[in-house]
């Protein structure tokens, strides 16, 4: 079992934490009290929920004392959420199962502000955001003087909080690029204060404040413990935020997410993976590629979103009889789209039972189950089905350790793979896509990222004697970024802002099933309305917050 860092303390807190699907300020009998800031412990323990409120659903893993009511608790775990907005609308997953929660509407790109499952992410991320504002509106020298705590806390009380900041940066940074606009909480509103709504442009602009500010105030570039972040995430945000600025508000900052994704690099305290195989396997705490993961145990955190949920849901039963997913149960529900599957060489695309790690493949990044699956996720003349058969399985994430042994013999209930908010991997390709857009550096430096990646892959070059992975000057363009992203990076919920970036989503671009109406025969995409390029705030939020005003063409 893996060593916890921030989990341990997360049981600390009382267990009375965010009552309302409001996204009003927590009110002063809800995570606060003498009770819980009494020790220097019961801080750092208020932290880890800023933290493990993105992974864990409750205070007694996934079933039961949930942190927020009157939603499913599985489904709406975060990073599970998050991949439902940001892949089973694009070319990379088809789910078979939610439709109950409308998961139907985002596989054709029909949803609406009653669609539940676009609900989510939203109240997940004003949940992380209230539980960050108050930690820093207890925590400040006032406070802590009050409390007798200062002169314990002095010391680290800054680093603390400028990590509920980040927290609270990356949430606000997400529901830009989600849903554009929203209400605007921190720590100076009142109790009770029912908030206004900022534009897109005051989110973002926002964001990039806090996260220069937490590039400056963060420890630095692996000093934290693990777990926990430090100025290496701030930079890497911050790229991320910089890349989307013209998709999001209108102002080309490529130079920006250039700089920020050169010093991820250049820092070399994230260095890449020796095996990409590696990132995604059950030790993965001991992957330096990794520079913000959310810690995952299958005993101390268990949770029906992170890594189980990408395990279970990718793989079922059955493929337990060809190799070992690590885990005692599966789903099987999740399938991945024929657009995927074609990114990747013929050859490499099929399981070989005899190989069930693709040691003899050329690209280790595909990673597919094919074996009683249809390639195709349609049945000819039939209307959509939910069959778990149709479409390739992804077996990307494995909850065994890198030598290929299990944790326990049978595998667990949970996972232990930490999931990977963060990786290194995607600043080389940042930094790349930012150069040929015109943010600096030299095309020949972007062909150097990009061989990396594709070195590392591939595991030649500096990576091992495989056969080479690398591209010539002639086959770099933005196309070959967008493609070779989702080869890298593909499950792991950053594909629908690509492809929104890269004009692709809506329009330009087809996939399966993509605004049809799923109807038999129909499961050719076609183009779409613009207006879902973003989701539209949740309709319930209109009957507690009088001050919003919906996203365009969902009204």
């Keep these: 079992m893996k060593k916890l860092i921030y989990i341990s303390f997360l049981f600390v807190l009382c267990s009375s934490c965010l009552g309302d699907l409001d996204t009003l300020p927590l009110s002063n009998n809800q995570l606060t009290g003498e009770a819980v800031y009494k020790t220097p412990e019961g801080y750092r323990g208020v932290l880890a929920k800023c933290y493990a409120s993105l992974l864990l659903t409750g205070q007694k893993g996934p079933d039961g004392d949930r942190d927020v009511p009157n939603i499913d608790e599985g489904y709406s775990g975060y990073t599970r959420a998050l991949f439902y907005l940001q892949e089973t609308t ?111 442009k005051e989110i973002f602009d926002y964001v990039v404040a806090e996260g220069e500010e937490a590039a400056n105030t963060l420890k630095q570039p692996g000093t934290n413990v693990y777990g926990r972040v430090d100025q290496v995430a701030a930079w890497f945000l911050l790229s991320r935020v910089y890349l989307n600025a013209e998709a999001w508000v209108g102002e080309a900052r490529y130079d920006k997410a250039y700089q920020y994704a050169k010093k ?46 990408l395990v279970k849901a990718l793989i079922n039963g059955v493929m337990n009889n060809y190799y070992d997913s690590g885990v005692n149960n599966s789903w099987g529900n999740a399938r991945v789209k024929t657009q995927l599957v074609d990114m990747f060489e013929a050859g490499d695309q099929v399981f070989d039972p005899a190989d069930t790690w693709g040691d003899k493949k050329k690209d280790k990044r595909a990673q597919f189950f094919t074996i009683g699956h249809t390639k195709e996720t349609w049945v000819a003349g039939k209307a959509f089905q939910r069959d778990f058969n149709n479409g390739y399985a992804a077996i990307k994430w494995r909850n065994v350790n890198k030598n290929r042994t299990g944790l326990v013999a049978g595998g667990t209930t949970y996972t232990s793979i930490d999931y990977p908010m963060f990786r290194t991997a995607d600043a080389y390709l940042m ?40 591209i010539s000057d002639a086959q770099l363009n933005l196309g070959f970024i967008l493609d070779e992203r989702a080869r890298e990076l593909h499950t792991e919920s950053v594909r629908r802002t690509d492809l929104i970036r890269f004009n692709r989503f809506t329009k330009n671009y087809n996939w399966d099933w993509k605004g049809s109406d799923g109807n038999a025969g129909n499961y050719l995409g076609k183009d779409v309305n613009d207006k879902y390029k973003l989701f539209p705030i949740p309709q319930d939020e209109f009957t507690v917050n009088p001050n919003l005003v919906q996203n365009p063409d969902f009204k």
């Design 431 to 470: 930094a790349a896509e930012a150069i040929l857009r015109g943010g600096g550096g030299n095309r020949g430096e972007a062909l150097g990222y990009v061989n990396e990646i594709r070195d590392r892959a591939y595991l030649s070059g500096a990576y091992g004697t495989g056969v080479s992975g690398k």
């Design 90 to 200: 694009t070319d990379e997953i088809v789910l078979h199962a939610g439709s109950s929660h409308g998961t139907t509407s985002l596989l054709l790109m029909n949803w609406d502000p009653s669609t539940m499952v676009i609900s989510y992410p939203y109240y997940r991320l004003y949940m992380s955001i209230n539980y960050c504002n108050e930690f820093l509106r207890e925590s400040t020298d006032e406070k802590l003087k009050s409390r007798g705590l200062y002169e314990q806390l002095k010391g680290e009380i800054g680093n603390l909080r400028a990590e509920a900041r980040f927290i609270r940066a990356y949430s606000y940074s997400m529901i830009c690029d989600l849903y554009g606009s929203g209400p605007f909480v921190d720590e100076t509103m009142d109790v009770g204060t029912i908030p206004q709504q900022k534009t897109r």
């Design 264 to 309: 991820v690099i250049d820092s070399k305290v994230y260095p890449l993976a020796s095996d990409y195989r590696h990132i995604f396997l059950a030790d993965n705490n001991t992957c330096r590629e990794i520079i913000w993961p959310l810690v995952q145990d299958y005993d101390n955190s268990p949770s029906h979103a992170g890594t189980d949920f």
